[in-house]
Structures are given as structure tokens and as C-alpha cells.
């Protein structure tokens, strides 16, 4: 049995644990992340890694990091939540712990994980992943590996345009998808329908104490589940966009599978249920062709851990 340490790395926490090759998680630790320091971040890494490999006999690490990762799996070129401007991650973990290190970007990572191990673990050609969060991430699995791009960047899919000239993405363009399709929108949406028509909203101001500018996710998927009209539609709005785009990744790519992840899928049917329908919509041309199903991710929050060390054990 193969063991090798995965890492996940975000702007709040650094979570790491020891992974077999059956994608078992046997070990896990964490520590908060010192985001605005690159040197206590990078140490806080190693110490994560030094702690897991003194148990056991581990053969590599993979770090996934929320950033832009150059196209040797070795440098941080940005990371929009940490300090990391052009850090060399791979060169000084593999110093400090003497064991042979890949670094990946997060996305990625939790897009291989599902594909090894979840939700599309009976594919092995082809998968995409859309990671729904406060942003849109994902990643591409085609021909059984990851995409990665000329300059290891590829698959920024919340940075596709879906409405020419809409709103503002923080990347720079208008009408992003990130701006439509994630916990943040769902926010938005849920925030103008309140304070248009707040006596369709009363349970969720009941538990933003009357203020629509202090709703936030968790309150609109718990209103959601109670049935409030509001937050409902919300759901609705973000699955219809999402939707969409599934289907731009199905008629560009055909993968075996469609996977969406990140913290809003605890939503469960109230996002899956719209963007299922969006999605079968889009596609009403290519009734008589197959086409992917649409799945919920199924690791959580041990994605980027499991993807990070199953990526580390292919150096």
C-alpha cells in the first residue's frame, strides 16, 4: 500500500492528511493559515507535512492551492487569498521535508479527487467539475488526466462569459458566470428579491433580523428548506445559469460526467434540481444523443486533501 500526504491550502485553514491508494483518508490535521505572511504560510505547510510523515511512511506530498500554479506543478504564480507572488512551493517544501512534492491548484485537485474516488469514479475517460462556493472554480479530466493548459491555468470556469455586459466579476470582465452561478449570487439574488418584496421573504428576514443586507448563504438555504418563496427562487436563478453552462461543457467537450461541488451543493435538490432542468433545456437538440449525467459531488471538504496526495502518488 502506497501512502502519500495531500494538503489543501486556503486563504483561512492548511488541511492535510495521510491517503492510501484507495483514497482513504487515515490521518488528518490543521492549522489556521497566516494568509498575509508567505513565510509563516510556507511554514505552517511544512509543519503540517513533518507532523503526518513522523506516523507513517508516506512517499510524497501534494499541495493544492488556491491559486494559479505554473506548468511544472512547482511555483505559486498568484494566489488572489495568500501573499504567494511567484513562490517557489515545491522547491522549499521538498527542502525543509526531504520527500518529492507537486503543487496544483485546489480546483483541480478536488476535480481529480472526484474523479478517482467520487462522484465519477466509474469514469475513466473524461469528467468537469464546477466547484460552487463564494466564487466558481473547477476542473477538466479528458483523456483520463487533468487539462492544465500551456501555462498550467486552464479551467478557470467561473471566468466564462454568460452575460455580455452584465455584472462585474472581480477578474476584471463583465458578466462572468461566477457572478451568476455562485454562493455570492445567490446572495444577491436573494438580498433584491427581500427588499423588493419582503412579504415574500418573511422567513428569511426572520433570521436576518429584518435587514436584507445581512442575509447571507446559510440563511438563504436554510429558508429554502423551510419553503420560503424567496429563497427558493434564488436557488432557481443560480441553477438556471449553472444549467447553462453544464451545457456549454457537454456540447464543447462531451465528458462521461458532469459533477457540481463546492459549499452551496449542501443545498441538495434546491440547486441540483433547477440546474438539472436548465441543463436537460439546453440540450433538448440532442435528445437522441447521449449526453452526461449531472451529479452531485460526494468527498466534501476531504477533496482537496485526497486529490492533492492521489496526484503526488504520479510524480
Known sequence: MTLTIGVDVGGTK?????????????????????????????????????????????????????????????????????????????????????????????????????????????????????????????GIVLGGGLVRGANGIAAELGHMLTVPDGHQCGCGRLGCIEQYASGSALVRFARAAARQEPHRATALLELADGEAESITGPMVTAAAKGGDPVSTEAFAQVGRWLGTSLADMAQILDPQVLVVGGGVIDAGDLLLGPTRRSFAEALAQRSRLPVAEVRPAELGNTAGVIGAADLARRI
Open 14 to 138: 492548511v488541511a492535510g492528511g495521510v491517503v492510501d491508494d484507495a483514497g482513504t483518508v487515515l490521518v488528518q490535521t490543521r492549522r489556521d493559515t497566516p494568509a498575509d505572511d508567505v513565510a509563516k504560510t510556507r511554514d505552517v505547510i511544512i509543519e503540517v507535512v513533518t507532523e503526518l510523515a513522523a506516523g507513517h511512511a508516506v512517499e510524497a506530498v501534494g499541495i493544492g492551492a488556491a491559486g494559479w500554479i505554473d506548468a511544472s506543478r512547482s511555483t505559486v504564480l498568484f494566489a488572489p487569498n495568500l501573499a504567494w507572488r511567484d513562490e517557489p512551493l515545491r522547491t522549499y517544501v521538498g527542502d525543509a521535508t526531504g520527500l518529492p512534492v507537486i503543487v496544483e491548484n485546489d480546483g483541480n485537485v478536488a476535480a481529480w479527487a472526484e474523479f478517482r474516488y467520487g462522484a465519477a469514479r466509474d469514469a475513466d475517460d473524461s469528467m468537469v467539475m464546477f466547484t460552487i462556493g463564494t466564487g466558481v472554480g473547477g
